[in-house]
């Protein structure tokens, strides 16, 4: 196997040589695959969103040699069933814990001991709460783009914050709510997107991606924008991402940086741009001081997006350091 492409950082694409889908005993069955080395150091990625589902370019950011690379896609994402989609049967027996006990019973599925977690964005906060509430199945952990579900980062993020930053982006995002509701966005988006009426549900949850798209590039990226707007990826977005968020995530607040101190002895890499408009670095720089022997690294040319500059090659860097023990 050939090495990263020096100009992305990235390995070649490769397939999975095992997939399956877990049966979580309460409706709900959970996608996972593996590739790399069967053998290799495992490592388990844990996508963003919620709501997303697991990405293929995520196997590429680890030596296929060294690893043994896990994707799963949370419950209602991506290949996993129920679906949210044109209903939110997905939703129910779906939050953060149930998204903990699945890691863990997919760990002792694959018969691994002990795992690297590598998570981003929401995949970051997910993977803190499996890492603080499973410490001894944790080898490492390494995450970009952190963030812990906080009422200041939800504030930033849907009550006002951002919208000094993109205040044209901010007005469209608002256009859907009515003024009686414009005081919190969050609330009424939770309503707008499982209105019974299809074209109001699936015209908010276009809107509601497309903030996210405004917010995630450094660069304001078209392409982005116009796959966030198509409605097969915008509804089961934002309906899970509104779940979730409406409920704070089913977390104490401050919980994942009030309990890193459980971390202690997990060595860890916090990959963070300076510019992240979607999650903020001061979240990142918390957690770097509430979390003994973690390092922070903070990039000043890039955003949220993992194409930002830098990004892939201090990724590149951590996953590769881990791998080699």
Known sequence: MTGRDRRDGLYPPIRPHLRGSLDTGDGHTVYWEVSGNPHGRPVVVVHGGPGTGSAPVSRQLFDPDAYRIVLFDQRGCGRSTPE???????????????????????????????????????????GLAYAETHPQRVSGIVLRGVFTARDSELDWLYRGGAAHLFPDDWEAFLSPVPDGERHDPLAAYARLVTDPDPDVARNAAVSWSEWE?????????????????????AVPFARIALHYFAHRA???EGQLIRDAGK?????????????????????????????PGCELVLLNGAGHSLWD?????????????????
Not at 275 to 291: I, M, N, R, S
Request: proline share 6%; hydrophobic share 45%.
């Open 213 to 233: 798209a405004a917010l995630s590039a450094l660069v304001p990226s078209p392409a982005a924008r116009a796959e966030f707007a198509d409605p097969a990826t």
């Open 84 to 126: 949210v989609g044109s209903s939110t049967g997905g939703l129910a027996g779906n939050t953060t814990w149930h998204l903990v006990a699945d890691m863990e019973r997919l760990r002792e599925h694959l018969g691994i001991e002990r795992w690297l977690v590598f998570g981003w964005s929401w995949g970051s906060a997910l």
């Open 263 to 291: 971390l202690a002895g997990v060595p860890g890499v916090l990959v963070q741009g300076r510019y992240d408009a979607v999650c903020p670095p001061t979240t990142a720089y918390e957690l770097y001081k509430a979390w």
């Open 309 to 325: 500059p830098g990004v892939l090659t201090q990724l590149a860097e951590a996953t590769d350091r881990f791998a080699a023990g």
């Open 250 to 252: 089913w977390l104490d």
